[in-house]
């Protein structure tokens, strides 16, 4: 099985914030399609707790030097981030 092919694959658990690196989703699954909303990020708010990038079901969010980065393949628009984010720094907005 290869991970680039099949990317519920063990390298994309690994790469992106899964399960092996403390992420809270396994992730791994292409549902960007499913989204109407998406999360739009404060960086300005964000303190960097990380608490979005462990809750994520879909591991969608990343650490990244200015805040949770995002990849828009694997979100689902859930709102989850933005429920859990401390600071509301996180708002889901219609795509
Ligand atoms: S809305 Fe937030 S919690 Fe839900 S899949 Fe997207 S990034 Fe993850
Ligand atoms: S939960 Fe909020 S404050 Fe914490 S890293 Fe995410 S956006 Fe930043």
């Known amino acids: 099985m290869s991970g680039e092919k099949y990317p519920f694959g063990i390298k994309g658990l690994v790469g992106r914030g899964g399960l092996l690196s403390g992420?809270?989703?396994v992730g791994g699954m292409y549902v960007g399609d499913w989204r109407v909303f998406t999360p739009k990020i404060d960086y300005e708010k964000c303190t960097k707790c990380w608490?979005?990038?462990a809750y994520c079901p879909e591991a969608a969010l990343s650490k990244g030097e200015e805040g949770p980065q995002l990849?828009?393949?694997f979100c689902k628009g859930c709102g989850v981030c933005a429920n859990e984010c401390p600071v509301k720094a996180i708002e889901m907005v219609r795509e």
């Open 71 to 73: 990849d828009p393949r």
């Open 51 to 53: 608490l979005c990038v």
């Open 23 to 25: 992420g809270g989703g």
